[in-house]
């Protein structure tokens, strides 16, 4: 297994952070000039620098919440209108098909029992 020479240098966006540095008795980590301890690996000195690590967010801006609220806004109603489109295209049309029951019927203009009329199996025609 090959060791790494020299140290391990951890920064914090643009600013140096920690050093991580392999001596006779472990791997040594000290974080802005302040030693830390002693570790067996490197993995774990490593691991204890990130812990340490605080990512402090940025101040907020003036207006910028406000601002952030109004836009997921606007990308949720963007979703929804999205989201009834893609349903309104998805149905089938009901054009002249009235669903009653289990029985399907075609619609007309022309209102039901208009024109001659069978009475029975015979053919007589009601007058």
Not at 97 to 116: L, Q
Request: with cysteine.
């Amino acid at each position: 297994m090959t060791r790494p020479r020299g140290q391990l240098y951890v920064y914090d966006g643009r600013d140096l952070f920690a050093v991580i540095e392999h001596r006779a008795d472990g791997w040594h980590a000290i974080i802005k000039e302040n030693p830390v301890g002693a570790f067996a690996s490197r993995e774990l000195a490593l691991a204890m620098v990130n812990a340490k690590r605080a990512k402090v967010p940025a101040a907020a801006i003036n207006g910028e919440r406000e601002h952030d609220t109004k836009r997921v806004n606007q990308i949720r109603n963007h979703q929804r209108q999205a989201q009834t489109r893609a349903a309104e295209t998805c149905r089938v049309p009901m054009r002249g098909v009235i669903h009653a029951g289990k029985h399907r019927r075609v619609v007309d203009n022309k209102p039901e029992g208009t024109g001659s009329r069978v009475s029975g199996q015979d053919g007589d025609r009601e007058g």
